[in-house]
């Protein structure tokens, strides 16, 4: 994994007093050499228009750390954002008030792809060291003491998508060992298994009754988290691109599917009939997978992109606002 500086910036939005956004990109300090991280909190939701998007402005900046920061999550209710980064910690910041709470350090494990529980000092991240060796895939983490309260063990390569369920204690994570698994945080077992082609990405919808996964060749499969031994319950392809997922997202209202693929292009499906509403082309970044994420209200689609810059393209309108 390669490495570069990087600075975390804070971006806010304000519409009419009611709407309060805020965006995190880690951006490098040469923007040519490495790509954008974006992802969104909500506050409130309110939708957003043209005018407000381009009136973005930064907010805060950290600096504490000039490495690669590989994964970044907000917490669902609470004003908490969490990063994992390459030297092998995790910060933990206030986004309201916009300062650094904590910051633990990993080295025995390190830390990859990393995502918040319902409680907000409790995290679960996964590793990158020893993988063949202990199996210790995932680890759950308590940030108020620093302990690990639980190891969770089955993959044998790369965590590369990590996802908690809005409505219980289940979780489910894909790997470059062709397989998701899902997990119960009580229990240290693995709960169930799908073996799947490629490098398989996976998302929760925002009930929590759905999940999606994201497959070579572009295509997606729909499943009940209640029934999933089943198999799916309806499969659609993301026809013209057969490059693999990188990363899957659902909008807040369950309508929309947003898909990055590993040919640096972006996609918004409709969520139920899996029908193509738009798509957009960045910039390559070589070396480095491109997330882009849903603003709160599912309007607009925010990325970075190769050439290090920010993106931000309007659904309806199928154009750049940003």
């Given at each position: 994994?390669?490495?570069?500086?990087?600075?975390?910036?804070?971006?806010?939005?304000?519409?009419?007093?009611?709407?309060?956004?805020?965006?995190?990109?880690?951006?490098?300090?040469?923007?040519?050499?490495?790509?954008?991280?974006?992802?969104?909190?909500?506050?409130?939701?309110?939708?957003?228009?043209?005018?407000?998007?381009?009136?973005?402005?930064?907010?805060?900046?950290?600096?504490?750390?000039?490495?690669?920061?590989?994964?970044?999550?907000?917490?669902?209710?609470?004003?908490?954002?969490?990063?994992?980064?390459?030297?092998?910690?995790?910060?933990?910041?206030?986004?309201?008030?916009?300062?650094?709470?904590?910051?633990?350090?990993?080295?025995?494990?390190?830390?990859?792809?990393?995502?918040?529980?319902?409680?907000?000092?409790?995290?679960?991240?996964?590793?990158?060291?020893?993988?063949?060796?202990?199996?210790?895939?995932?680890?759950?983490?308590?940030?108020?003491?620093?302990?690990?309260?639980?190891?969770?063990?089955?993959?044998?390569?790369?965590?590369?998508?990590?996802?908690?369920?809005?409505?219980?204690?289940?979780?489910?994570?894909?790997?470059?060992?062709?397989?998701?698994?899902?997990?119960?945080?009580?229990?240290?077992?693995?709960?169930?298994?799908?073996?799947?082609?490629?490098?398989?990405?996976?998302?929760?919808?925002?009930?929590?009754?759905?999940?999606?996964?994201?497959?070579?060749?572009?295509a997606i499969k729909?499943?009940?988290?209640?029934?999933?031994?089943?198999?799916?319950?309806?499969?659609?392809?993301?026809?013209?691109?057969?490059?693999?997922?990188?990363?899957?997202?659902?909008?807040?209202?369950?309508?929309?599917?947003?898909?990055?693929?590993?040919?640096?292009?972006?996609?918004?499906?409709?969520?139920?009939?899996?029908?193509?509403?738009?798509?957009?082309?960045?910039?390559?970044?070589?070396?480095?997978?491109?997330?882009?994420?849903?603003?709160?209200?599912g309007q607009y689609?925010?990325?970075?992109?190769?050439?290090?810059?920010?993106?931000?393209?309007?659904?309806?309108?199928?154009?750049?606002?940003?």
């Amino acid at each position: 994994m390669r490495s570069s500086s990087s600075i975390l910036f804070f971006f806010f939005f304000f519409f009419r007093r009611k709407y309060q956004s805020f965006f995190l990109v880690q951006t490098p300090s040469k923007p040519d050499r490495q790509t954008p991280t974006i992802s969104v909190a909500m506050i409130s939701l309110t939708e957003l228009d043209d005018d407000t998007v381009r009136s973005m402005s930064i907010g805060a900046v950290f600096s504490d750390f000039g490495g690669k920061i590989n994964s970044v999550d907000f917490h669902r209710k609470d004003d908490l954002l969490v990063t994992a980064s390459e030297d092998d910690s995790v910060r933990l910041y206030d986004i309201a008030s916009a300062k650094l709470l904590k910051t633990t350090y990993h080295k025995k494990h390190g830390t990859d792809r990393i995502c918040f529980t319902h409680h907000p000092s409790s995290v679960i991240c996964s590793s990158v060291y020893h993988l063949d060796s202990t199996g210790e895939s995932l680890r759950y983490l308590s940030l108020y003491d620093n302990r690990c309260l639980r190891y969770f063990k089955g993959h044998k390569d790369k965590v590369v998508s990590l996802c908690m369920s809005p409505i219980n204690d289940s979780f489910m994570s894909s790997s470059l060992d062709h397989s998701i698994r899902i997990w119960d945080l009580r229990v240290n077992a693995c709960q169930g298994i799908l073996h799947l082609r490629g490098r398989p990405t996976v998302a929760y919808d925002q009930q929590g009754l759905v999940f999606a996964v994201a497959m070579e060749g572009g295509a997606i499969k729909l499943f009940d988290s209640r029934s999933y031994d089943k198999g799916p319950f309806d499969t659609f392809l993301v026809g013209g691109d057969t490059a693999e997922v990188c990363d899957i997202k659902f909008s807040n209202d369950g309508k929309s599917m947003l898909l990055t693929t590993t040919s640096n292009n972006i996609y918004v499906l409709d969520a139920y009939g899996g029908d193509k509403r738009c798509g957009f082309s960045l910039e390559p970044s070589p070396s480095t997978n491109i997330e882009a994420t849903f603003t709160p209200d599912g309007q607009y689609v925010v990325s970075g992109s190769g050439d290090g810059t920010l993106h931000a393209w309007n659904i309806n309108m199928q154009n750049e606002a940003q």
